[in-house]
């Protein structure tokens, strides 16, 4: 902080033992305090290694503070490792190593000697990665049992792994290029994982529920985005840790690559892909699920509008010979909704009340702002007389398209920015492209309760007339 240096290294090979425990855990908080809570402006900016995201928050520039050590360390080596940081260790650690990880760099390298056979070494314990949601691990030898267990986001290459590898995974990127034990993927339901299996014995380790296999040597189009991750990931590993067997992967990579397997989760599939979905559910469920999101939809404008204390869709009014476009769209929505809930209001109150009158404005905004039970149920039949003319086909691939607009939101809003997304970003894309192929030109939430609006509109204004 005082020289203003852009890096920094630490550690200088020292020695860890098992009373070690937690390793660059304080000091990983330590920079996220101070970073953003501490410093002032001016010693901030005097920091070369201070990178600040579009939130505002600071952090630091990869391999800013670099850590090495050696030896055996204990418990959680690199708990909540993150940004700017990156621990090297020659040795072994215990267990729960990455433990919270959300960013930086984790290193662990064979310190030599130990069994000859690369399956018996084995240099960190079980639960790495435990709730991990950013950053990177590379392990030169085997891990224990629940490798990257409840892994939310980081990106790690490992050269073996015991029981349970990927259980209960929730996104990020696995690769294990040595053997494996039972329960592989128990319970995974998002992220990618990858093996290198020669033997082709994998399925018979698998969580066969949870998820399901494919070669990265396949000529499909994810077969290729996996190809693609596996190479990355591998070149990664060799970069961070010289490792003999990735190297060997890499010089013969024309025929290996053929014993790479992907896995992914089922529920995955069976929560995004249009496909899927339509094996899964009935018409009826198709319908209800879309008209409700429809509704909902709708009714989250006003209430972000409202607790922003701002106004709906800024105030915009029709243009002068708008019709077809988006803006107006949204506006006949919007009168849509305001319309319903003013009908309701008016039913509640004396007779006569003219809808200006400061008592429906707040029950409209009441009924809004609770999603009232009626106004709700109205709104999604007036949702669903805009999709029933649909086939199960374009239902399955609209819900399926809803769902991916709903994921792609859930990872903008991750308060974690240091996860690679190997494939992830591929998956979405190939999604949206399957979505389309079945529906043409994809109408969004908007234009499709537009549709349904413009009768009912039409009819009232021909009463006003």
Same mark, same amino acid.
């Given at each position: 902080v005082e020289q203003g240096n852009p890096d920094v290294a630490l550690g200088n090979g020292i020695v860890l033992n098992n009373r070690n425990k937690s390793v660059g855990g304080q000091l990983a908080i330590d920079i996220e305090r101070m970073l953003n809570h501490e410093l002032s402006v001016a010693q901030l900016q005097a920091m070369p290694a201070v990178m600040t995201d579009d939130r505002g928050r600071r952090y630091l520039a990869p391999e800013s503070v670099k850590i090495s050590t050696t030896g055996s360390a204990g418990q959680s080596f690199g708990a909540f490792c993150n940004d700017g940081m990156q621990l090297a260790h020659y040795g072994t650690c215990n267990d729960g190593v990455g433990k919270g990880q959300c960013g930086g760099e984790l290193i662990v390298m064979s310190p030599g000697g130990g069994a000859q056979d690369g399956d018996g070494n084995v240099l960190i314990g079980n639960f790495a990665?435990?709730?991990?949601? $950013?950053?990177?691990? &590379? %392990?030169?030898?085997? /891990? $224990? =049992?629940? &490798?990257? %267990?409840?892994? !939310? $986001?980081?990106?790690? @290459? %490992?050269? #073996?792994? $015991?029981?349970?590898?990927?259980? +209960?995974?929730?996104? #990020?990127?696995?690769?294990n290029l040595g053997t494996f034990g039972k329960g592989f993927g128990n319970g995974m339901s998002g992220g990618f994982a990858y093996q290198y299996d020669p033997y082709g014995s994998l399925a018979s380790h698998a969580a066969g529920d949870s998820v399901r296999f494919g070669s990265i040597a396949d000529q499909d189009e994810m077969a290729q985005v996996h190809k693609q991750a596996v190479l990355t990931m591998l070149n990664w590993h060799l970069e961070a840790t010289q490792s003999p067997r990735a190297a060997w992967l890499l010089e013969n990579w024309e025929t290996e690559c053929h014993h790479f397997v992907y896995v992914m989760p089922r529920s995955l599939l069976l929560y995004q892909d249009g496909g899927e979905i339509l094996k899964a559910r009935s018409r009826k469920d198709l319908l209800e699920e879309l008209s409700t999101a429809l509704a909902g939809h709708q009714v989250a404008k006003f209430k972000a509008a409202w607790r922003q204390g701002k106004t709906i869709a800024n105030g915009a009014v029709p243009a002068y010979g708008a019709t077809d476009t988006q803006e107006m769209f949204v506006l006949l929505n919007n +009168?849509? @909704?305001? !319309? &319903? /809930?003013?009908?309701? /209001?008016?039913?509640?109150?004396?007779?006569?009340?003219?809808?200006? =009158? /400061?008592?429906?404005?707040?029950a409209v905004r009441n009924l809004l702002m609770t999603e009232d039970f009626s106004l709700i149920s109205k709104l999604q039949r007036h949702a669903r007389s805009a999709i029933e003319s649909y086939s199960d086909d374009e239902l399955a691939s609209l819900i399926g398209t809803k769902r991916m607009s709903d994921y792609k939101a859930a990872l903008t809003q991750r308060n974690i920015r240091s996860m690679d997304s190997l494939a992830t970003y591929g998956w979405i894309m190939y999604q949206d492209a399957c979505n389309r192929e079945v529906l043409g030109r994809l109408p969004d939430f908007e234009e499709l309760f537009a549709r349904a609006a413009l009768p009912e509109i039409a009819a009232a204004v021909g009463k006003l007339s």
């Open positions: 990665l435990f709730g991990a949601t $950013g950053g990177r691990l &590379f %392990v030169q030898g085997q /891990a $224990g =049992d629940r &490798f990257a %267990v409840r892994n !939310s $986001g980081a990106t790690a @290459v %490992v050269e #073996g792994v $015991g029981d349970f590898c990927c259980e +209960y995974m929730t996104n #990020g990127a696995i690769l +009168y849509t @909704v305001l !319309s &319903f /809930a003013q009908q309701l /209001a008016l039913a509640k109150l004396p007779k006569g009340t003219p809808v200006e =009158d /400061a008592a429906v404005e707040k």
